[in-house]
């Protein structure tokens, strides 16, 4: 089968549903606005999106009615102003330094909630009811140990749920459960939505291994996320090599770490070529269904 063209859209009048999957990946996961761009420029729009953990914050802002575009300003916006960005921090904290001494806790954990609120784009709603696009976000219930999916009620605290990463970001008591990173169990939630008549993207955006003779120790805060990112990577190799999804996009630039958010100009601008590559494997999935 001859490949399409970058610029050419898939066939238009399909009958076929597409859902999208955005999945675990810290600050990498930043690209996964190249691959919502690429379905606007395709006038496409996904019938649903799920998201893990970074995924599911972005996946929830474009479910709420930004375009690619949209995010892409609002994140270069955000993370322009390195003070702005650390006084919010700060303002997200659940425990104080004090803490540390007295044995209270970890001074440097995060409430989700407040965090979203303060980071999220404010035309994002308060409930998953008031989406344009049906939307699910994925967590991990801490003392079940299964995956939880969210798609109704309250919004915040199903994302904030959603990207508790242990140590980092304070658990989320919702709906009788504790709730933690849905990284721990399904980084890249996809294999629920594959079925007969439907097209899964799922966007990949987990960290591959280090360049061979990398010998850098660590600093804690680093080791405590980067635990995280192998964790996440496992996971999803084997899920792949289990059962694939329909389309499967690798995305996020190299030696980006967890959190580097301040590096957002460079992992957009390294996650460009994504686009293209979207854009093909949709015009063959979609010639294939026919």
Known sequence: ???????????????????????????????????????????????????????????????AGLSGRELREHVLSTFRDRARVIARLLDCRVGKLADLVRGLGNPVLIDGERLLDLFWPEAVPDRFEELSIPFTAIAADYHRHTVVALHNGPLTPA?????????????????????????????????????????????????????PGEARIPGAMEALVGASQILTRTLVQRLIEQEPPDILIRAGADRIGGLDFFKAKAILAAAEPIKDEVKRALARALEAQG
């Open 159 to 211: 994302v904030a749920a959603s990207l508790a990463i242990p140590g980092l970001v304070r658990p989320v008591a919702l709906g009788g459960r504790v709730l933690i990173d849905g990284g721990a169990i399904d980084p890249l939630p996809y294999r629920e939505l594959l079925a007969p008549g439907r097209i899964v993207v799922a966007v990949d955006v987990s960290a591959p291994m280090a360049e």
């Open 1 to 63: 089968m001859p490949r399409s063209r970058p610029s050419e859209a898939p066939p238009s009048g399909s009958a076929t549903e597409i859902a999208l999957v955005l999945g675990a990946g810290g600050a990498r996961g930043l690209s996964h606005i190249a691959v919502l761009e690429a379905f606007d420029e395709l006038g496409l729009r996904p019938a649903r999106i799920s998201g893990c953990s970074i995924g599911a914050i972005i996946g929830a802002a474009y479910t």
